[in-house]
């Protein structure tokens, strides 16, 4: 199984402009999750997704966008990228909210 | 607002030495308390997890010492190895809210040969 899969894993955007990362998993799982990490902060909830067709914000979900496309599938989306925003973004995902499984992670940065 | 403060934020230790991590929580709804161990370049992968019911859970070599009425926990590492050199971060979460977690800062452990 290949867990939690996450595109790109690199990424340089300049100001203002847009992308989507993308996130699949293959284990079933009812919630997905994802998540920015910053050096000294830990990692910060941006959105989640209890289940299909659900979604809700997390800690800091200004400047994001996402889309449970299906039960597989969670997508974020940058729609005008700021220096802000340069992170390394993970893609979870868990069976009933307890257990979270991560992806490799996409290290974003923003010029 | 941090919900969930972890110390030290780095810490080198020798082999075969003891390892220990804490962290302290503020909201008492918490009800699910995981350890994540993080090598560079990758995401992070549960450890071992504790519940507020019970005060200890060890799983080999790596044991969580939970107090609720201090609203702290911790991880200690026995014996501890080169191979465990990584970012440990402690987390907490409410399980009837979906499982979001609320993560700590880190830990950066090195343990030197």
């Given at each position: 199984?290949?867990?939690?899969?996450q595109t790109?894993?690199?990424?340089?955007?300049?100001?203002?402009?847009?992308m989507t990362l993308q996130c699949a998993?293959?284990?079933?799982?009812?919630?997905m999750?994802w998540?920015?990490?910053?050096?000294?902060?830990?990692?910060?909830?941006?959105y989640?997704s209890?289940?299909?067709?659900?979604?809700?914000?997390?800690?800091?979900?200004?400047?994001y966008n996402v889309s449970r496309l299906?039960?597989?599938e969670f997508s974020l989306r940058?729609?005008?990228?700021?220096?802000?925003?340069?992170?390394?973004?993970?893609c979870?995902?868990?069976?009933?909210?307890?257990?979270?499984?991560?992806?490799?992670?996409?290290?974003?940065?923003?010029? | 607002?941090?919900?969930?403060?972890?110390?030290?934020?780095?810490?080198?230790?020798?082999?075969?030495?003891?390892?220990?991590?804490?962290?302290?929580?503020?909201?008492?709804?918490?009800?699910?308390?995981?350890?994540?161990?993080?090598?560079?370049?990758?995401?992070?992968?549960?450890?071992?997890?504790?519940?507020?019911?019970?005060?200890?859970?060890?799983?080999?070599?790596?044991?969580?010492?939970?107090?609720?009425?201090?609203?702290?926990?911790?991880?200690?590492?026995?014996?501890?190895?080169?191979?465990?050199?990584?970012?440990?971060?402690?987390?907490?979460?409410?399980?009837?809210?979906?499982?979001?977690?609320?993560?700590?800062?880190?830990?950066?452990?090195?343990?030197?040969?």
């Open positions: 199984n290949a867990g939690v899969t790109p894993k690199f990424q340089v955007l300049k100001t203002g402009q847009s998993q293959d284990m079933n799982h009812n919630s999750y998540y920015r990490q910053d050096p000294g902060m830990g990692l910060r909830l941006i989640y209890a289940s299909e067709g659900t979604t809700d914000k997390g800690e800091v979900p200004n400047g299906n039960k597989r940058l729609e005008s990228a700021a220096p802000s925003q340069t992170s390394v973004y993970f979870a995902s868990s069976p009933q909210g307890d257990e979270a499984f991560f992806g490799q992670g996409t290290r974003l940065t923003v010029v | 607002q941090q919900q969930v403060k972890q110390s030290p934020q780095s810490l080198i230790v020798q082999k075969g030495g003891i390892s220990i991590i804490n962290c302290a929580y503020e909201n008492t709804a918490f009800d699910y308390f995981p350890w994540y161990q993080q090598f560079p370049g990758k995401g992070p992968a549960l450890l071992i997890a504790i519940r507020p019911d019970v005060s200890e859970k060890k799983e080999g070599r790596f044991t969580i010492s939970f107090n609720k009425s201090a609203k702290q926990f911790s991880l200690h590492i026995m014996d501890s190895q080169p191979g465990d050199s990584a970012t440990y971060f402690c987390a907490a979460s409410m399980r009837n809210q979906g499982g979001k977690l609320i993560f700590g800062q880190g830990t950066e452990l090195s343990v030197k040969p």
